[in-house]
């Protein structure tokens, strides 16, 4: 869908505003979000990005109305992962689940299908399923030497999972993997490690360094801006409460027809 250039550089502008902020300040980027979404809610970049703002915020049930907005929007398969981690953060990890085994997984990229596995593990966990946990990790992908963008957080969960299990010495062992292929340090691997080996760390910086603190451009000025703009259009909450009553009901009655 296309937008008037002055609509389309507003719009841009908050997509800017939700990328630059949704690691350090998920909420103001969920702020920001919300206006794109009142902007142009038939695009469906704006539908990702609000999706993934809110999912940042733990907004779970929002996210994947809006991940599933923005997936009918351009028939693609890559926030289907995401979609399956929603439904573990609503308590339904068993959907999770039956997501895991059904077609569009084969669809995605190596990338998505490790995304997908990490989440089905997450969902075995959550279901007290530990050693089945331990097993969907384990793969080509987990035994290959070569790093790829997901390898650190692979094994990662896998070493997590191991420790769970009171498997200390395997554990010990993929922690150590991880800080191998964590160059930039995403996970906390080497704190991990350093905790199983004994290892304390103490802050000699002291806790007073971070008061006071002067409030940021974003946090003064901008959010004063977003503040101002109120809810989201009515309309646009009622779609996706809309839609995600049809995928749910959807989800329902092809659980039926399989069993």
């Known amino acids: 869908m296309s937008l008037p250039k002055t609509l389309a550089d507003d719009v841009a502008r908050n997509l800017v505003m939700v990328a ?57 398969v890559d926030l289907w992962p995401v979609m399956a981690d929603c439904e573990r953060g609503l308590g339904r990890p068993e959907r999770a689940m039956a997501m895991a085994g059904e077609p569009e997984v084969q669809k995605l990229d190596k990338a998505g299908q490790v995304e997908m596995r990490l989440v089905a593990a997450g ?21 290959s030497n070569s790093v790829q963008p997901w390898t ?38 080497s704190d991990r490690l350093a905790e199983l080996d004994g290892v304390e760390f103490v802050d ?18 901008a959010e004063a801006d977003v503040d101002s703009d109120g809810d989201i259009d009515d309309a646009i909450e009622a779609e996706a409460e809309a839609d995600d009553e049809i995928e749910v009901q959807a989800d329902d009655k092809n659980s039926h027809d399989k069993g």
């Open 152 to 189: 650190a957080r692979l094994r990662y969960a896998y070493a997590d999972a191991l420790l769970s299990a009171g498997r200390e010495d395997e554990a010990r062992e993929w922690f150590g993997k991880t800080i191998e292929a964590d160059k930039d340090g995403a996970t906390d691997a």
């Open 123 to 143: 969902a075995r966990r959550d279901m007290g399923q530990i050693d089945a946990a331990i097993v969907t990790l384990q793969g080509p992908e987990l035994a």
């Open 204 to 221: 000699a910086m002291g806790e007073d360094e971070d008061e006071d603190e002067p409030a940021t451009v974003a946090e003064s000025g």
């Open 20 to 76: 630059q902020l949704i690691d350090e300040d998920p909420e103001q980027a969920y702020a920001y979000s919300r206006i794109a979404l009142r902007l142009a809610s038939r695009v469906a970049a704006v539908r990702e990005a609000a999706g993934f703002a809110a999912y940042a915020t733990q907004k779970y049930a929002e996210a994947l109305a809006e991940f599933r907005a923005a997936r009918r929007m351009t028939g693609g």
